[in-house]
């Protein structure tokens, strides 16, 4: 165990000093940094200043870096331990359609839930200043109470998340140097419930194509045509339902190349949760889960690959019928990878799957939108035990490691550019209404996730000892 005398002290500043705490978020959350939109560059310039200023504060050297587009704050503690990089974003979503807000999107206030929680209500509230929030008062609770840190610290903050971080990746190149660390801690997921904290040990890759199939040089009328002319539009349906088997495995040939099996012992810990039909369909009206069907419903969703069909466009769409054969028809297609698959290869073995399946008279097209890896943890890496145990000890129940079935691009460029594992902790709720009108955050989860960090940092100190 780590000297909880010092832990202890700080932890019971956190709990004397919450208003505080909640003062200087409020004041981050006023600042419109709606990064989507240029109206609204002076106020992302805004709240980069304002971080920076109250980074510096706290003792690290702290200044604001251009990108290319919304700046980045870089700080920097020097102390004993490990280097950890601690990464979250200042920009927010925007807040249309601002009639379904209840309360002004930048006016920040604790309300009252109906089932008796209180929350932080505002935009960014929960995405992300309100989780980043939490590290930066953590480390200004070690700050006050010992004069330091437990370990060093690099705090990386940018500006452009929420519109695909399109500058940051040559940001992280141009000031790799200056950005070593041992590695790198996300605040920007979930807990799995509201009282069960969770540590994300993964995260699917992306590959996302487009493909055009054409036929005619020319719309063509059914009537004349019809029977003697290929339907791009029936091709294109043709192949992708067969990208499919009977028991929800992908057909593509290779895809599967790779893709190791969860741990024995994670899926006897998650057959444990209540994760199920009846909790995770019932809500959206369905009922019986649609992919591999040898595999529990919270593997297809979080650990295995899939494959996802995200729009079709051909022919007339519009009001009333038009008898037309389309001259071409066009799908976007999602695939999520796993560790074990290289996205080059899925890519490529997609497109040949389609060209082999095209008959005479078509051809097709593609454009290429996404191309990222998966990431996955060394489950027996020493920091994240020891987050795990951080977590574990200030909320009361076992923290679990959770696969995401999501991607988080950045995370993959702190790996492949920085060389950086990163430890994912959040505090987060399914029920943050993130990206919506309402968007909140638990006032438990901002408390509780101060103390979280606070501990986290001990814990990473003594995993070095």
């Known amino acids: 165990m780590a000297d909880q005398k010092p832990l202890a002290a700080v932890l019971d500043h956190i709990d004397a000093n919450i208003d505080g705490s909640l003062e200087r978020l409020f004041a981050l959350l006023r600042i419109k940094s709606i990064s989507a939109d240029p109206a609204f560059a002076d106020d992302c310039k805004m709240a980069a200043d304002h971080l920076a ?29 490990p280097r950890v990089m601690f990464y979250g974003h200042y920009d927010v ?20 839930l109906p089932d008796g929680r209180k929350a932080i209500v505002a935009r960014g509230a929960q995405d992300d200043k309100g989780q980043l929030m939490t590290f930066i008062e953590a480390c200004r609770a070690w700050k006050t109470v010992t004069g330091g840190f437990p370990v060093s610290i690099t705090i990386l903050i940018e500006g452009e998340e929420e519109v695909g971080s399109k500058h940051f990746g040559g940001f992280l190149k141009d000031n790799k140097g200056d950005l070593a660390a041992d590695f790198a ?4 997921t979930n807990m799995w419930d ?17 493909v055009r199939i054409k036929a005619a040089n020319r719309d063509l009328h059914s009537g004349l045509f019809g029977g003697g002319a290929q339907n791009p539009i029936r091709v294109l349906t043709r192949i992708l339902g067969g990208l499919h088997d009977d028991n929800g495995r992908i057909t593509i040939p290779g895809f599967y190349d790779g893709v190791k099996d969860t741990p024995p012992d994670v899926l006897e810990a998650w057959k444990k949760l209540n994760f199920s039909a009846e909790t995770f369909l019932k809500p959206i009206g369905l009922s019986i889960p649609a992919g591999e069907k040898d595999r529990l419903l919270i593997e297809q969703v979080s650990s295995r690959p899939t494959c996802d069909i995200n729009g079709i466009v051909g022919g007339y769409t519009g009001e009333g019928a038009k008898t037309v054969i389309p001259a071409e028809a066009t799908a ?32 097709c097209e593609f454009a290429d939108h996404t191309n990222a890896p998966a990431i996955a943890l060394d489950w027996s890496m020493k920091p994240l035990g020891a987050a795990k145990q951080a977590l574990t000890d200030e909320w009361g129940k076992e923290a679990l490691l959770i696969a995401c079935g999501a991607s988080i691009p950045i995370v993959a460029d702190f790996k492949h550019t920085l060389g950086l ?4 902790v959040g ?26 960090w606070a501990r986290i940092l001990a814990a990473f100190a003594e995993a070095r000892a």
């Not at 979503?93 to 009252?112: I, M």
Request: charged share 30%.
């Open 53 to 81: 200023k109250d980074i510096a504060s706290l003792g690290f050297a702290t200044d604001v870096r251009p990108t290319g587009g919304h700046p980045a704050i870089v700080g920097k503690s020097n102390g004993s331990g």
């Open 93 to 112: 979503q925007p807040v249309d359609p601002l009639n379904l807000w209840d309360h002004p999107p930048f006016e920040p206030s604790v309300r009252t």
């Open 185 to 188: 801690l996300v605040c920007d």
């Open 194 to 210: 509201q009282n069960t904290p969770a540590i994300t040990t993964s995260l699917r890759g992306l590959v996302y194509e487009e």
């Open 332 to 363: 976007k297609v999602s695939f999520r990878l796993v560790e074990g698959q290289d996205p080059k290869k899925i890519r490529d073995a997609f497109r040949a799957y389609v060209r082999e399946r095209l008959p005479a008279d078509c051809s």
């Open 421 to 424: 594992d990163t430890v994912m």
């Open 427 to 452: 505090f987060g709720l399914e029920d943050d209404r993130i990206h919506s009108p309402n968007e909140k955050y638990d006032l438990k989860s901002f408390h509780k996730g101060i103390r979280s």
